[in-house]
């Protein structure tokens, strides 16, 4: 290569800044990351599913009963509450593929300790430590899904990722039971361990990072150039409106909460006052979770067409018919029919929540306001049991399903009084033209400011260099 063919180096030739209106990327499509992400999270999720239904099989062989089944469970809400805002804030300052790396890994070794554990104990510690490492696999996979989707599509590969997530939650126990009746007891956390180990590998092999150093660099000297403080604090990263924002982690919490709070009273009712079996009762949560899987992508089309807020009431309202239909309805297919909508109602707003929290959110920020969103709603999986243990006497079974009801009826209401559709919309002609404008402004200066900070650190001889390159190119 010639002398002149050489490219120019920084603080050598400044050359003719040169402004680009698009940049098309050499990097692969946003269908080509997302597709194998969604299977990397949908295979945790059938691993998390397999062990479910056996984890009391297993304590029960280890001298332990309810009470630490129980403890476990709380044990690994706890966790996921307390650390998925601190893993979503560490995913936007480092990166969001260690978190899914570390996730899926953490799941491989726990199912790999789980039969191994020597006491009940063991078991409460492992899960609680699964629970703290595996907090960033959702927050870091939905900053990857607004990284990568447009803003047209977001929604609807949100509702694909979580879809992948409700399909393994439900297969992974069906198979799980299987394993542990037709094999050994170990069968399930083994094949759990395995789809742990495949979601690893695919993840290394085809999710890369999304947030890489350049872009964390690029963000933080556009903040140095706006004369914006480092953005350390919790309270800094909320997104605006504030209200909206409070108002998504209040829904979230609602949901969680009412869910738990009717679950143990549940239970008894459809035994002990419905008379059912276990199969009925297992085909019952069967059709839930189907329709709220099938309601994903649904829920992430319709979030697209139709705008968040639409979709969040219309999925409160069919999610919130689910109680006044336990409290006041006894035939079973009324009640498969009430858990099918419920579920869909379900897969609907949790899909229009999670889109909106990413239409709020600056980029920066993403996956530590996505564990933000993780720890409402684990709030309100803990928080339910607690409370049902006190007023489940006083209010008996019908005015707890109806209680719950009454919270989500609240909680639809907020919704078309407080959210908002906060998507960019067409603009005209001239406006795209003003912000181009404004763009190219600020590439100018951010380029003037380099060649500045480039020549403040060169030595007095490579500055004299520099200026009699520049003289030459002239």
């Known amino acids: 290569m010639s002398r002149d063919q050489t490219p120019p180096r920084l603080g050598t030739n400044l050359g003719t800044i040169v402004f680009v209106e698009r940049v098309a990327g050499s990097g692969p499509g946003a269908a080509a990351v997302l597709a194998p992400l969604t299977a990397c999270v949908a295979l945790g999720m059938t691993g998390s599913g397999l062990v479910l239904p056996v984890f009391a099989r297993r304590l029960h062989e280890l001298g332990a009963g309810v009470g630490a089944l129980g403890l476990m469970t709380a044990a690994y809400a706890l966790a996921q509450m307390v650390a998925s805002p601190i893993l979503g804030s560490l995913a936007d300052r480092w990166g969001r593929r260690p978190f899914i790396l570390l996730a899926l890994a953490t799941a491989t070794a726990a199912n790999l300790a789980y039969p191994r554990a020597p006491a009940a104990t063991a078991m409460i510690v492992i899960y609680a430590l699964e629970g703290v490492l595996e907090a960033g696999l959702v927050p870091a996979a939905m900053g990857a899904v ?49 789809c742990g180990a495949l979601g690893l590998l695919l993840a290394l092999i085809r999710v890369p990072e999304t ?47 009412a869910y738990a709070f009717i679950e143990p009273p549940l239970i008894f009712h459809v035994y002990d006052e419905l008379g059912w079996s276990t199969t009925r009762f297992g085909v019952l949560a069967g059709a839930y979770g189907l329709a709220m899987v099938l309601g994903q992508a649904l829920g992430g089309w319709l979030g697209d067409r139709w705008g968040r807020r639409p979709l969040i009431f219309a999925g409160l309202v069919l999610y919130g018919s689910l109680f006044p239909g336990i409290a006041f309805l006894s035939g079973y297919p009324l009640l498969i029919a009430v858990a099918s909508l419920a579920g869909l109602g379900n897969a609907l707003v949790m899909t229009g929540l999670s889109a909106h929290y990413l239409d709020l959110t600056a980029e920066e920020h993403r996956s530590r306001v996505m564990g933000i969103k993780r720890a409402a709603s684990s709030l309100g999986t803990v928080v339910g049991p607690l409370l049902v243990a006190g007023l489940a006497g006083p209010l008996g079974s019908r005015g707890v399903f109806l209680s719950a009801g009454a919270l ?35 590439a100018a200066q951010s380029t003037l400011r380099g060649i500045v900070l480039k020549a403040d650190v060169l030595t007095p001889e490579r500055r004299s260099r520099a200026l009699y390159n520049i003289r030459r190119d002239r």
């Open 146 to 194: 607004a990284a990568l989707a447009s803003e047209e599509r977001r929604a609807r590969w949100v509702g694909i990722v979580m879809g992948g997530m409700g399909a393994g939650l439900v297969t992974g126990p069906v198979l799980g039971g299987l394993l542990y009746d037709r094999v050994s007891h170990a069968a399930p956390f083994h094949a759990a361990a395995v």
């Open 211 to 257: 947030r890489t150093r350049a872009v964390r660099q690029r963000e933080k000297l556009r903040r140095q150039w706006a004369g914006a403080p480092p953005e350390t604090a919790l309270a800094q990263s909320f997104p605006s409106p504030r209200h909206v924002f409070f108002a998504l982690l209040g829904i979230d919490f609602a949901i969680a909460f």
């Open 408 to 442: 989500v009826a609240l909680s639809a209401l907020l919704s078309l009084l407080v959210l908002r559709d906060v998507r960019r919309v067409p603009r005209r002609r001239h406006e795209v033209d003003q912000e181009s404008d404004s763009r190219r402004a600020l």
